[in-house]
């Protein structure tokens, strides 16, 4: 092999390593770009839910729904609520449960139960009232309310990057739910139009802030102490 030969073999060595090393730092390029592109979909896919609380439910009386208390009862409490609302979840789980005893089971007073769809501009609690409505098909709204509030601080403020949709179908299941039921509910958007029409309801009424309740139409800001709901539900009583 000649001089100028052996140069040409040489140079056409060099370049085709260089192509080799260029095509494998395109590829290498790419792997570490699709892996950021499918790496937090994987992790978070992978990744438990966090703890949470289910506890003891009491027991909601003559429950439809998201209703609670005899259809004829003569006073009818509407709350008007978020569930991403810390004052709301405080009336869940002090004075809903003293209404409940005194005046729900004892057939006064029927209280419903509305969201306020994304009007205190929440973007997760509207789906967290989709996943009530839904839980309501099986007869477990109450429940499934009482989880949320439950859980508050885990599903809405722990961290931003929270996947509630776990954490929903993890209440399905241990509330005994049929979950597959549940999810093609909630995934399907069954009841998207009604947490919609929540929202116009509430603008409707004039609410503009949570909650808010309607008793017998006399409306009442804020969750109250239950000495308040007491007053107003025997003075329609003895009307």
């Not at 990744?47 to 003559?62: N, S």
């Not at 429950?63 to 569930?83: L, W």
């Not at 997760?124 to 429940?143: L, R, V």
């Not at 996947?163 to 739910?177: E, R, T, V, Y």
């Amino acid at each position: 092999m000649g001089k100028r030969q052996e140069i040409r073999e040489r140079r056409k060595k060099i370049k085709r390593r260089q192509r080799l090393i260029m095509v494998l730092l395109v590829s290498g390029v790419a792997l570490i770009f699709v892996a950021l592109l499918i790496g937090p979909t994987i992790g978070q896919a992978l990744t438990p839910v966090g703890d949470y609380v289910i506890k003891e439910f009491y027991q909601h009386p003559l429950v439809s729904g998201n209703t609670m208390g005899d259809p004829n009862a003569p006073v009818v409490i509407e709350e008007y609520s978020d569930f991403g609302c810390g004052h709301c979840a405080s009336f869940a789980e002090t004075t809903s449960k003293q209404l409940s005893e005194e005046f729900i089971k004892t057939g006064k007073v029927r209280f419903i139960f509305h969201s306020v769809g994304g009007l205190i501009g929440s973007q997760t609690t509207p789906i967290a009232a989709e996943a009530a409505y839904c839980a309501g098909d099986q007869n477990k709204f109450w429940e499934y309310h009482d989880a949320i509030y439950a859980n508050q601080y885990q599903l809405f403020f722990a961290d931003p990057r929270t996947d509630i949709m776990k954490f929903f179908n993890s209440f399905a299941k241990d509330l005994g739910l049929d979950t597959d039921a549940f999810q093609s509910c909630l995934e399907g958007g069954k009841y998207r139009d009604k947490v919609n029409q929540d929202e116009a309801d509430a603008r409707k009424a004039g609410v503009d802030g949570t909650p808010t309740f309607f008793v017998n139409g006399e409306i009442i800001r804020g969750a109250q102490p239950y000495e308040v709901f007491k007053q107003m539900i025997e003075t329609e009583l003895n009307q």
